[in-house]
Structures are given as C-alpha cells and as structure tokens.
C-alpha cells in the first residue's frame, strides 16, 4: 500500500456536448497513481460512461486523503449542468455551468485542495453565445488570480511557447511591443528554470515575418523591437537565439541548439508541433501560481456521444501534472522564492 496520499488533481470535463467527459472516464479507467476530482455534473459522468460501455465507481469528494485508486472509480465536485447535455449540440444554457467549473479549479488550487489542474476542452463560441466574454482557459485563469501568463504547448521532443494567443492575425503586429515580449520571454525563462529543472535555458525566438523580416525589407518589426529586446536580455545572461525564420528553425539541426520556443502567435509554430506529436501535446499555462495543463485539441463535436475519443492528450496532461507536482514537492526550501531558482530535474527533461 502506498504511504503516501496520492496528489489530489482536479480534472474539469469542459464543453458538455463535446468528448470531454468521455475523456475523463477512460482517464479514470488508467492504473495512474492521482486522486482524480472530477469537477462537473455527476449526470453527466454517468451517460458519457455509458456511452462508452465503461464501468465506472463514483464517489463524492469529501476531501479525505486517498493512498490508493483503483482504475474506474473517480471522486466527483458536483457541479450542476444548466440542462441536460445533446451530444454535438453546445447549448449556451451550459456556459455557467462550465465558466463554475473553471472558478472551482481555480479557487481549489489557490485554497491547497487540489494540487493541480487538468482541463478537458470547452467550446468558446458557446460561452460568447450565452453573453459572457470568454477567450479561453488561459485568459480565465490568468483574470482569475491575477496573474501574468504564457500558453505553452509541450510534448516529449518539443516545446512551444507562445508571444500572442488567440488573436485575428491582423491583431498579432500591434500585439508585438517590447514590453509584451520582455514579459513573456521573463516568464517562460523563469519557468522553463523552475517547472522543467532547466538551469540555463536556450529559447529560440521566431521572427514575425517572413525570414525573420529579410534585414528589413520583409518588415522592420525584428529590427525596431525584436532584436533590440534579445540584445538586452542576451546582456542579461539569458541564451536567446534568433530571432529565427520560422519556415526553418523545426528542422533538426536547429533543435539540438534550443530547449524551447518562442512563436510570435498562435498558427506560426503549432502546427509543426501537433502534426508530429498530436496525442502527446500537452497544453500548460506558465506563471500561474499553480500547475494546469490540458488537452492539446479541442471538444470534437462530431465524436461526442460515440465514446470513440482519443484520451491520448488527456492522460498526456494528466501524467505531466502529476510530473510538475513531483518536481515541486521534492525541490529544495533553498531553491523557493524571492529567488526563482532551477529545481532538481537535469537539463533536457520533457
């Protein structure tokens, strides 16, 4: 028997009428060694097992420490749903229902009753439709603690962080200031220190433009702010390369020079990152005060309600919030703030 609590993760199911909670019951049915929470409608848990001919144990959460978990049971926060889900068919009715979810995630964090966060994916348009701004996860979590945040996207070979998140790509240049970069490029430095146990990290930072901006004649924001900013922070001590033409920087001989990358928005450096690796991606928010990570893909209308979806991405997210977890536990008081120093891990780990 294990002597020690397992971590208490907090897992939100998202979009009702997507695969998220499809997901999380074949998450429950893995031998992964987590006290997974449940946060959602316990109904819904319910039909999307039987949808996907699985077994499954509910049990309410009363807070108490779990030393062991058998695969099919999985702990429940019940959070009531606006009306009952139709698979492939989002109702705005539901927003509330999802937009509580990700406030009890949160709070649980913030409070210690979760020692992390794994998020299913939700259907934006539908929180929108129900009158609610909402851009995202990422922008939730951020408002909700108030805290400065990066999206990074993460598998075993490769890491991607983002300078822009979801923007209309018209937005992305006037995005593209000093200040915002130099936040960005602090946090993921600090982070890939402190999360992955990388000592001295090596980012790789892509150019806006077409090669990197052609010295100019392809656009002059690499010139006027990109290249200036890696000069100061270079000053700094920070192992900065670039900035790098995009169309180039993935290919090997690049990669063995970095430990991640820095893309100036969304599209640019992601689609390099989920064709290679779509079922392994994890999608994780940097500078939180806590640890989330989620699914790399979104809530697969078109497969909710055949119990056909890959929960690849979603064990993926749930073994590396459980990896984060480790690291945190077992670094050293020495290495905690003011200093954010690297933890235990050897350069290089995923």
Known sequence: MNSHALPRLAVTAGEPAGIGAELLIRLAATPLAANFVAITDRSLLLRAAAR?????????????????????TLRVHHVP???????????????????????EAAGGCMAGRYAAVVTAPLQKSSINEAGIRFSGHTEFFAERVHADVVMMLASPEL????????????????????????????????????????????IAV?????????????????????????????????????????DTAFVPAQRERYDAVLA????????????EAFDRTVNLTLGLPFIRTSVDHGTALDLAGTGRGDPASLIAAARMALDLVARRAARPPASLPPGRQEGSIPQGTP
């Open 52 to 72: 996907c001919g699985q077994a499954i144990e509910l049990l309410a959460d009363d807070g108490a420490p779990v030393f062991e978990r058998r695969p099919g």
């Open 159 to 202: 890491r991607v962080a983002l300078a822009t998140t979801h923007l209309p790509l018209s937005a992305v240049p006037g995005a593209i200031t000093r200040d915002a970069l130099e936040r960005v490029l602090r946090i993921v430095h600090g982070e890939l220190r402190e999360k992955f146990g990388l000592a001295t990290p090596r």
């Open 206 to 246: 892509l150019g806006l433009n077409p090669h990197a901006g052609e010295g100019g004649h392809l656009g002059r924001e690499e010139i006027d702010t990109i290249i200036p900013l890696l000069d100061t922070l270079r000053a700094e001590g920070m192992q900065l390369l670039g900035p790098l033409p995009a």
């Open 81 to 103: 749903l606006g009306t009952e889900e139709v698979p492939g068919q989002p109702d705005p009715r539901n927003a509330r229902h999802v937009l509580a979810t990700l406030a």
């Open 264 to 275: 100036m928005y969304h599209d640019q450096a992601l689609p390099v990152l989920k064709s």
